[in-house]
Protein backbone atom coordinates (compact mmCIF):
# COMPACT_ATOMS: atom_id res chain seq x y z
CA UNK A 1 0.00 0.00 0.00
CA UNK A 2 1.41 3.35 -1.26
CA UNK A 3 2.67 6.08 1.68
CA UNK A 4 0.21 8.70 1.60
CA UNK A 5 1.34 11.82 3.54
CA UNK A 6 -1.74 13.93 3.58
CA UNK A 7 -1.81 17.77 3.91
CA UNK A 8 -5.61 19.43 4.97
CA UNK A 9 -6.12 22.60 3.49
CA UNK A 10 -8.52 24.47 4.59
CA UNK A 11 -10.10 27.92 3.92
CA UNK A 12 -12.78 30.38 4.93
CA UNK A 13 -13.48 33.59 3.24
CA UNK A 14 -15.38 36.53 5.15
CA UNK A 15 -18.49 36.02 3.05
CA UNK A 16 -18.63 32.08 4.02
CA UNK A 17 -21.25 33.34 6.80
CA UNK A 18 -22.62 29.16 6.52
CA UNK A 19 -19.52 27.33 7.01
CA UNK A 20 -16.80 27.12 9.48
CA UNK A 21 -12.65 26.20 10.08
CA UNK A 22 -14.22 23.31 12.60
CA UNK A 23 -16.72 21.71 10.54
CA UNK A 24 -13.85 21.91 7.40
CA UNK A 25 -11.71 20.26 10.02
CA UNK A 26 -13.66 17.59 11.00
CA UNK A 27 -14.65 16.40 7.60
CA UNK A 28 -11.25 16.24 6.03
CA UNK A 29 -9.88 14.41 9.47
CA UNK A 30 -12.90 11.79 9.05
CA UNK A 31 -12.43 11.37 4.98
CA UNK A 32 -8.65 10.71 5.67
CA UNK A 33 -8.81 8.09 8.37
CA UNK A 34 -11.73 6.25 6.85
CA UNK A 35 -9.49 5.76 4.23
CA UNK A 36 -6.40 5.28 5.88
CA UNK A 37 -4.42 8.38 4.61
CA UNK A 38 -1.89 9.85 7.13
CA UNK A 39 -2.15 13.44 8.14
CA UNK A 40 1.03 15.45 8.01
CA UNK A 41 -0.01 18.74 8.55
CA UNK A 42 -2.93 20.86 8.31
CA UNK A 43 -2.65 24.70 6.41
CA UNK A 44 -5.56 27.19 7.32
CA UNK A 45 -6.41 30.62 5.88
CA UNK A 46 -9.12 32.22 7.73
CA UNK A 47 -10.79 35.18 5.96
CA UNK A 48 -9.15 34.75 2.81
CA UNK A 49 -10.58 35.23 -0.45
CA UNK A 50 -10.51 32.23 -2.94
CA UNK A 51 -9.52 34.31 -6.00
CA UNK A 52 -6.20 35.58 -4.57
CA UNK A 53 -3.15 32.67 -4.00
CA UNK A 54 -1.36 34.70 -1.80
CA UNK A 55 -2.21 32.82 0.99
CA UNK A 56 0.20 32.28 4.06
CA UNK A 57 -1.68 28.61 5.07
CA UNK A 58 -1.65 27.80 0.80
CA UNK A 59 1.81 29.15 0.59
CA UNK A 60 3.31 26.88 3.19
CA UNK A 61 1.20 23.94 1.34
CA UNK A 62 3.09 24.85 -1.76
CA UNK A 63 6.34 25.15 0.30
CA UNK A 64 5.97 21.62 1.80
CA UNK A 65 5.02 19.80 -1.71
CA UNK A 66 8.08 21.53 -3.23
CA UNK A 67 10.02 19.62 -0.47
CA UNK A 68 8.43 16.55 -0.70
CA UNK A 69 7.04 16.42 2.89
CA UNK A 70 3.43 15.51 1.31
CA UNK A 71 2.34 13.44 -1.59
CA UNK A 72 -1.76 14.21 -0.69
CA UNK A 73 -3.88 17.26 -0.88
CA UNK A 74 -7.04 16.56 0.36
CA UNK A 75 -9.80 19.70 0.40
CA UNK A 76 -13.40 19.93 1.60
CA UNK A 77 -14.36 21.15 -2.11
CA UNK A 78 -12.93 22.57 -5.06
CA UNK A 79 -13.99 26.35 -3.76
CA UNK A 80 -11.89 25.76 -1.02
CA UNK A 81 -8.85 25.46 -3.06
CA UNK A 82 -9.55 28.58 -4.99
CA UNK A 83 -12.16 30.59 -7.17
CA UNK A 84 -9.42 31.58 -9.78
CA UNK A 85 -10.49 29.06 -12.60
CA UNK A 86 -7.19 29.48 -14.47
CA UNK A 87 -4.97 29.23 -11.38
CA UNK A 88 -7.32 26.06 -9.73
CA UNK A 89 -6.60 24.61 -13.35
CA UNK A 90 -3.45 24.76 -13.48
CA UNK A 91 -2.92 23.32 -10.01
CA UNK A 92 -4.90 20.22 -10.93
CA UNK A 93 -4.18 19.86 -14.50
CA UNK A 94 -0.12 21.01 -14.00
CA UNK A 95 1.17 21.27 -10.57
CA UNK A 96 -0.38 18.39 -8.89
CA UNK A 97 0.41 15.96 -11.39
CA UNK A 98 4.09 17.46 -12.38
CA UNK A 99 4.64 16.70 -8.75
CA UNK A 100 3.23 13.51 -7.95
CA UNK A 101 0.48 15.08 -6.06
CA UNK A 102 -2.64 13.10 -4.92
CA UNK A 103 -5.88 15.36 -4.99
CA UNK A 104 -8.91 14.93 -2.97
CA UNK A 105 -11.87 17.00 -3.35
CA UNK A 106 -14.21 15.22 -1.26
CA UNK A 107 -17.77 16.78 -1.98
CA UNK A 108 -16.56 16.68 -5.55
CA UNK A 109 -16.13 13.16 -5.51
CA UNK A 110 -12.74 13.42 -7.57
CA UNK A 111 -9.49 11.59 -6.01
CA UNK A 112 -6.61 12.09 -9.07
CA UNK A 113 -5.67 7.85 -8.52
CA UNK A 114 -9.10 7.11 -9.82
CA UNK A 115 -9.54 7.92 -13.32
CA UNK A 116 -13.75 9.42 -13.14
CA UNK A 117 -16.22 11.72 -15.33
CA UNK A 118 -16.02 13.74 -11.99
CA UNK A 119 -11.92 14.68 -12.47
CA UNK A 120 -13.06 15.48 -16.07
CA UNK A 121 -15.26 18.16 -15.33
CA UNK A 122 -13.52 19.78 -12.75
CA UNK A 123 -12.23 22.58 -14.81
CA UNK A 124 -16.08 23.26 -14.95
CA UNK A 125 -16.54 23.34 -11.64
CA UNK A 126 -14.03 25.66 -11.31
CA UNK A 127 -15.30 28.35 -13.94
CA UNK A 128 -18.73 28.18 -11.61
CA UNK A 129 -16.64 28.74 -8.74
CA UNK A 130 -14.78 31.50 -10.28
CA UNK A 131 -18.36 33.21 -11.86
CA UNK A 132 -19.80 32.91 -8.08
CA UNK A 133 -17.17 35.09 -7.21
CA UNK A 134 -17.59 37.53 -9.57
CA UNK A 135 -21.39 37.60 -8.79
CA UNK A 136 -20.55 37.86 -5.02
CA UNK A 137 -18.12 41.08 -5.83
CA UNK A 138 -20.55 42.63 -7.94
CA UNK A 139 -23.37 42.67 -5.26
CA UNK A 140 -21.22 43.18 -2.48
CA UNK A 141 -19.74 46.72 -4.83
CA UNK A 142 -23.48 47.66 -5.52
CA UNK A 143 -24.69 47.30 -1.67
CA UNK A 144 -21.73 49.43 -0.50
CA UNK A 145 -22.21 51.75 -3.06
CA UNK A 146 -25.74 51.78 -2.30
CA UNK A 147 -24.66 52.24 1.72
CA UNK A 148 -22.77 54.85 0.49
CA UNK A 149 -24.90 56.80 -1.04
CA UNK A 150 -27.19 56.74 2.21
CA UNK A 151 -24.08 58.67 3.99
CA UNK A 152 -23.32 55.76 6.03
CA UNK A 153 -19.65 54.48 6.40
CA UNK A 154 -18.39 51.18 4.88
CA UNK A 155 -14.96 50.69 6.31
CA UNK A 156 -11.56 51.70 5.64
CA UNK A 157 -9.11 53.50 8.37
CA UNK A 158 -11.35 56.16 10.40
CA UNK A 159 -9.53 59.28 10.29
CA UNK A 160 -7.91 60.47 13.76
CA UNK A 161 -11.04 62.44 15.79
CA UNK A 162 -13.63 59.59 14.76
CA UNK A 163 -14.36 55.99 15.98
CA UNK A 164 -17.45 53.68 15.12
CA UNK A 165 -20.74 53.68 17.34
CA UNK A 166 -21.83 51.09 19.33
CA UNK A 167 -24.67 50.55 18.01
CA UNK A 168 -24.14 51.35 14.52
CA UNK A 169 -21.03 50.05 12.93
CA UNK A 170 -21.75 52.15 9.93
CA UNK A 171 -21.93 55.47 11.62
CA UNK A 172 -19.20 57.94 13.06
CA UNK A 173 -19.18 59.40 16.29
CA UNK A 174 -16.71 62.04 17.45
CA UNK A 175 -13.84 59.99 19.80
CA UNK A 176 -13.00 62.79 22.90
CA UNK A 177 -9.62 61.35 23.26
CA UNK A 178 -8.72 62.12 19.81
CA UNK A 179 -10.65 65.17 19.11
CA UNK A 180 -8.67 67.25 20.85
CA UNK A 181 -5.70 66.95 18.74
CA UNK A 182 -7.93 67.54 15.53
CA UNK A 183 -9.39 70.67 17.47
CA UNK A 184 -6.03 71.74 18.03
CA UNK A 185 -4.28 71.60 14.76
CA UNK A 186 -7.20 73.35 13.46
CA UNK A 187 -7.19 75.70 16.28
CA UNK A 188 -3.21 77.14 15.57
CA UNK A 189 -3.78 77.04 12.01
CA UNK A 190 -6.70 79.33 12.38
CA UNK A 191 -5.18 81.78 14.29
CA UNK A 192 -2.53 82.00 11.69
CA UNK A 193 0.18 79.45 12.84
CA UNK A 194 2.20 77.86 10.38
CA UNK A 195 2.15 74.36 9.32
CA UNK A 196 5.68 73.56 10.48
CA UNK A 197 5.43 75.58 13.71
CA UNK A 198 1.75 73.16 14.14
CA UNK A 199 4.37 70.52 13.86
CA UNK A 200 6.68 71.71 16.09
CA UNK A 201 4.50 71.91 18.70
CA UNK A 202 3.34 68.77 18.26
CA UNK A 203 6.12 67.17 18.52
CA UNK A 204 7.78 69.22 21.54
CA UNK A 205 4.30 68.31 23.66
CA UNK A 206 4.58 64.90 22.83
CA UNK A 207 1.43 64.80 21.15
CA UNK A 208 0.44 61.05 20.27
CA UNK A 209 0.50 60.57 15.87
CA UNK A 210 -2.63 58.98 14.02
CA UNK A 211 -0.16 55.63 13.78
CA UNK A 212 1.16 56.35 17.56
CA UNK A 213 -2.14 56.14 18.40
CA UNK A 214 -4.03 53.23 16.06
CA UNK A 215 -0.51 51.21 15.18
CA UNK A 216 1.60 51.77 17.77
CA UNK A 217 4.31 52.69 15.57
CA UNK A 218 7.17 55.40 16.62
CA UNK A 219 7.28 58.36 14.53
CA UNK A 220 6.31 62.00 15.03
CA UNK A 221 3.98 64.41 13.47
CA UNK A 222 5.26 65.74 10.03
CA UNK A 223 4.20 68.87 7.82
CA UNK A 224 2.36 66.08 5.27
CA UNK A 225 0.27 64.91 7.77
CA UNK A 226 -0.78 67.96 9.94
CA UNK A 227 -1.72 69.49 6.14
CA UNK A 228 -3.51 66.07 5.55
CA UNK A 229 -5.61 66.39 8.44
CA UNK A 230 -6.76 70.30 7.71
CA UNK A 231 -7.53 68.97 4.21
CA UNK A 232 -10.12 66.42 5.26
CA UNK A 233 -13.52 67.17 4.99
CA UNK A 234 -14.64 64.73 6.89
CA UNK A 235 -14.16 66.92 9.77
CA UNK A 236 -17.30 69.38 8.76
CA UNK A 237 -19.45 66.16 8.95
CA UNK A 238 -19.06 65.24 5.66
CA UNK A 239 -18.72 61.75 4.35
CA UNK A 240 -15.86 61.38 0.79
CA UNK A 241 -15.86 57.58 0.06
CA UNK A 242 -15.62 55.57 -3.49
CA UNK A 243 -12.18 57.69 -3.80
CA UNK A 244 -10.64 54.36 -4.91
CA UNK A 245 -11.27 50.89 -6.08
CA UNK A 246 -9.79 47.39 -6.84
CA UNK A 247 -8.89 46.74 -10.35
CA UNK A 248 -10.68 43.52 -10.76
CA UNK A 249 -12.30 40.96 -8.45
CA UNK A 250 -9.49 38.69 -8.88
CA UNK A 251 -6.59 41.09 -7.93
CA UNK A 252 -6.24 43.33 -5.08
CA UNK A 253 -4.07 46.47 -6.52
CA UNK A 254 -6.22 49.38 -5.46
CA UNK A 255 -6.43 52.34 -8.15
CA UNK A 256 -7.72 55.64 -7.76
CA UNK A 257 -11.43 56.67 -9.22
CA UNK A 258 -12.15 59.64 -10.85
CA UNK A 259 -13.02 62.79 -8.88
CA UNK A 260 -16.64 62.50 -10.64
CA UNK A 261 -17.21 59.00 -9.29
CA UNK A 262 -17.14 59.49 -5.66
CA UNK A 263 -19.63 59.91 -3.62
CA UNK A 264 -20.08 63.05 -0.89
CA UNK A 265 -22.71 63.21 1.39
CA UNK A 266 -22.90 65.70 3.56
CA UNK A 267 -24.29 66.40 7.47
CA UNK A 268 -23.57 62.31 8.36
CA UNK A 269 -22.09 62.44 11.52
CA UNK A 270 -20.63 65.19 14.09
CA UNK A 271 -18.21 67.79 12.82
CA UNK A 272 -15.28 69.08 14.72
CA UNK A 273 -15.09 72.28 12.51
CA UNK A 274 -17.41 74.80 11.08
CA UNK A 275 -17.63 74.42 6.90
CA UNK A 276 -17.01 78.49 6.74
CA UNK A 277 -13.77 78.20 8.36
CA UNK A 278 -12.78 74.93 6.77
CA UNK A 279 -13.13 76.65 3.46
CA UNK A 280 -11.18 79.57 4.54
CA UNK A 281 -8.55 76.81 5.38
CA UNK A 282 -8.37 75.13 2.28
CA UNK A 283 -8.31 79.02 0.56
CA UNK A 284 -5.12 79.52 2.50
CA UNK A 285 -3.79 76.13 2.02
CA UNK A 286 -3.89 76.56 -1.99
CA UNK A 287 -3.24 80.29 -1.78
CA UNK A 288 0.01 78.77 -0.20
CA UNK A 289 0.62 75.63 -2.85
CA UNK A 290 0.42 78.28 -5.02
CA UNK A 291 2.94 80.24 -4.35
CA UNK A 292 5.60 77.48 -3.18
CA UNK A 293 4.98 75.81 -6.95
CA UNK A 294 5.91 79.52 -8.32
CA UNK A 295 8.91 79.38 -6.19
CA UNK A 296 10.00 75.93 -6.41
CA UNK A 297 9.26 74.18 -9.33
CA UNK A 298 11.85 71.46 -9.71
CA UNK A 299 12.47 68.83 -12.48
CA UNK A 300 12.30 66.00 -9.66
CA UNK A 301 9.71 67.79 -7.17
CA UNK A 302 7.80 64.31 -5.63
CA UNK A 303 9.93 61.38 -7.06
CA UNK A 304 13.05 61.35 -5.28
CA UNK A 305 12.92 58.47 -2.35
CA UNK A 306 15.43 57.80 0.20
CA UNK A 307 17.27 54.65 -0.29
CA UNK A 308 17.82 53.74 3.63
CA UNK A 309 13.89 54.57 4.68
CA UNK A 310 11.90 54.91 1.78
CA UNK A 311 10.79 58.30 2.55
CA UNK A 312 10.84 61.02 0.38
CA UNK A 313 13.51 63.40 -0.29
CA UNK A 314 12.41 66.35 -0.28
CA UNK A 315 14.27 69.92 -2.06
CA UNK A 316 15.17 72.46 0.41
CA UNK A 317 16.06 76.09 -0.47
CA UNK A 318 18.46 77.96 1.36
CA UNK A 319 20.65 80.97 0.16
CA UNK A 320 19.11 80.69 -3.36
CA UNK A 321 20.91 77.43 -3.37
CA UNK A 322 18.95 73.86 -3.53
CA UNK A 323 19.72 70.49 -1.62
CA UNK A 324 18.57 67.36 -0.82
CA UNK A 325 17.13 66.19 2.43
CA UNK A 326 15.16 63.08 4.04
CA UNK A 327 12.03 63.61 5.27
CA UNK A 328 12.31 60.82 8.44
CA UNK A 329 15.90 62.73 8.95
CA UNK A 330 14.37 65.92 8.79
CA UNK A 331 11.29 65.26 11.65
CA UNK A 332 13.39 62.75 13.77
CA UNK A 333 17.22 62.51 13.45
CA UNK A 334 16.62 59.10 15.22
CA UNK A 335 14.83 57.79 11.81
CA UNK A 336 17.52 58.29 9.64
CA UNK A 337 20.65 60.23 8.19
CA UNK A 338 20.52 63.12 6.65
CA UNK A 339 21.87 62.51 2.95
CA UNK A 340 22.04 66.47 2.19
CA UNK A 341 23.84 67.33 -0.79
CA UNK A 342 23.43 69.64 -3.75
CA UNK A 343 20.24 69.06 -5.78
CA UNK A 344 21.10 70.70 -8.82
CA UNK A 345 24.18 68.65 -9.87
CA UNK A 346 21.87 65.33 -9.12
CA UNK A 347 19.40 67.09 -11.81
CA UNK A 348 21.77 67.60 -14.48
CA UNK A 349 22.96 64.59 -14.17
CA UNK A 350 19.73 62.67 -14.44
CA UNK A 351 18.82 64.72 -17.36
CA UNK A 352 22.43 63.86 -19.08
CA UNK A 353 21.17 59.77 -18.64
CA UNK A 354 17.43 60.43 -19.99
CA UNK A 355 18.96 62.55 -22.81
CA UNK A 356 21.24 59.85 -23.62
CA UNK A 357 18.84 57.17 -23.51
CA UNK A 358 16.18 58.77 -25.06
CA UNK A 359 17.45 61.23 -27.10
CA UNK A 360 14.59 64.04 -25.68
CA UNK A 361 13.87 67.47 -24.38
CA UNK A 362 13.38 67.14 -20.65
CA UNK A 363 10.37 68.77 -19.29
CA UNK A 364 8.67 67.89 -15.83
CA UNK A 365 5.78 66.58 -17.61
CA UNK A 366 7.60 63.98 -19.34
CA UNK A 367 10.29 63.18 -16.68
CA UNK A 368 6.96 61.90 -14.63
CA UNK A 369 6.45 59.53 -17.58
CA UNK A 370 9.79 58.08 -17.73
CA UNK A 371 11.09 57.89 -14.06
CA UNK A 372 9.03 55.26 -11.97
CA UNK A 373 11.26 56.12 -8.74
CA UNK A 374 15.17 57.26 -8.19
CA UNK A 375 16.89 56.39 -5.23
CA UNK A 376 19.63 57.82 -3.26
CA UNK A 377 21.60 55.70 -0.87
CA UNK A 378 23.68 56.92 2.12
CA UNK A 379 26.78 57.22 -0.51
CA UNK A 380 24.78 59.29 -3.26
CA UNK A 381 24.77 56.33 -5.54
CA UNK A 382 21.49 57.14 -8.05
CA UNK A 383 19.69 54.29 -8.71
CA UNK A 384 17.14 55.29 -11.63
CA UNK A 385 13.86 52.93 -12.65
CA UNK A 386 13.29 53.66 -16.24
CA UNK A 387 9.76 52.48 -17.25
CA UNK A 388 8.83 50.28 -20.14
Known sequence: MANYKAGLYIRLSKEDKN???????????????????????????????GTNFNRPGFEKLIKDINNKNIN?????????LGR?????GELIEEYFPTHNIRFISINDNIDTINDNANIDIAPFKAILNDLYSKDLSKKIRSARKTM?????????CIPLGYKQSKTNKNKLIINKKESYIVKKIFDLYLNKTSINTIKDILNKEN??????IRKNKNNSWTNQSIKKILSNP??????????????????????NN????????????????FKEEFENIQNRLKNKQNRWDKINA??????????????HLSIRRQNKNYYLCCNNYRYNKSFCTAHGFSYKILEKEIIDILNAKFNISITKSNITNLIDKIEISQDKIVYIFLKN
Open 19 to 49: ESITNQKNLLIKYAIDNNINILNTYIDDGYT
Open 72 to 80: TVIVKDLSR
Open 84 to 88: NYIKT
Open 148 to 156: QELGLWTGG
Open 207 to 212: IPTFSK
Open 234 to 255: IYTGCLVQNKSKRLSYKYRRII
Open 258 to 273: EKNNWIIVNNTHPSII
Open 298 to 311: NLLDNLLYCYECKH
